[in-house]
């Protein structure tokens, strides 16, 4: 009965439904749990990162997301309620959590201190208060809510000898940010994936994760879908401490932007039966990721 449950509740967040992927600094939650009394699991993983984005202003974002997952057999299903902070010229934003420029490179008039307001859709991004007409968005901080983000996963195949276990994902950001602020799009994503791990001997986990967003279009603006990969390697110093790397590459929003790409250094330490720790530094290697990603966290399972 639960692995029909997990599997209902599940294809209903794929079905409805982009984490929430912006650097998963647990990799632990990949993998399937021990069946325990201790099913449910709350959190709160705050990044804090920075660059250019291929833009000619600095952008900031701090990202505070508070989850609730829940366990089954065979998979988990959560909930994301986020709280950010945005300091910005508009020409970057927030999308499933992870900050991605979403102003056209055409929008920009020779210099790029200027919005070419003969384009419909390049006028369309001067919000108001943050700039006046023929010109770019005053750099400016605001704060609130983020999107929400509903995510489910369902292991599909066990680990065995040389078999990696698999599992399907689901996601679906709400479009609970305010566009008008800069915290996010305004629109609704939806967007599924894959992953794969594989313990090697018993210090050494490989995995490998991919999937395809689909990115709700803004208003006067018109986004073009994202697929993402990572791949990497994580080594257990002890049962309960894993240190991991990987390599990341997101698809741009705008056609024509740089990918985002960047490498991603995790630790995960166990520390009781209900209390896990995490942290993680992220350093970017193309012009359309942020500069550097700094996150913490900690969850309590009961």
Not at 121 to 138: D, I, K, P, S, T
Not at 217 to 243: I, T
Not at 274 to 283: I, L, M, P, Q
Not at 290 to 297: E, L, N, R
Request: charged share 20%; net charge negative; with cysteine.
């Amino acid at each position: 009965m639960q692995r029909w449950l997990v599997a209902v509740v599940t294809m209903l967040g794929i079905v409805g439904c982009l984490i929430e992927h912006a650097h998963a600094t647990d990799l632990t939650d990949k993998r399937p749990q021990p069946t325990s009394e201790r099913n449910w699991q709350i959190g709160v993983t705050p990044s804090y990162s920075s660059g250019n984005f291929d833009t000619t202003t600095t952008s900031e974002f701090v990202y505070l997301p508070f989850s609730v997952r829940r366990y089954f057999r065979d998979g988990d299903v959560s909930l994301v309620i986020p709280f950010v902070s945005v300091t910005s010229d508009g020409t970057v934003t927030l999308v499933g959590g992870q900050p991605i420029q979403t102003l056209p490179g055409r929008c920009l008039k020779k210099g790029g201190t200027e919005i070419d307001t003969d384009k419909p859709e390049c006028l369309a991004l001067l919000n108001a208060g943050q700039g006046v007409a023929g010109q770019a968005a005053q750099i400016v901080t605001n704060s609130g809510l983020g999107d929400i983000i509903l995510r489910g996963r369902y292991y599909l195949v066990e680990e065995r000898d040389y078999v990696p276990l698999i599992a399907i994902t689901g996601r679906l950001k709400l479009p609970t940010a305010s566009e008008g602020k800069g915290l996010g799009t305004g629109a609704l994503d939806h967007g599924y994936g894959i992953e794969m791990s594989k313990l090697i001997g018993e210090k050494w986990l490989a995995f490998l994760d991919g999937g395809y967003n689909f990115i709700g279009d803004p208003d006067g603006r018109e986004l073009q879908n994202q697929y993402w990969y990572d791949v990497g390697a994580g080594y257990y110093f002890s049962k309960n401490l894993l240190a991991s790397v990987y390599f990341e590459e997101y698809r741009a929003l705008v056609p024509g932007l740089v990918n985002i790409r960047d490498f991603f250094f995790a630790m995960n330490y166990k520390a009781s039966a209900a209390w896990r720790f995490n942290g993680g530094v992220a350093v970017g290697v193309s012009n359309g990721a942020p500069d550097y990603v700094v996150s913490i966290g900690t969850s309590y399972r009961f």
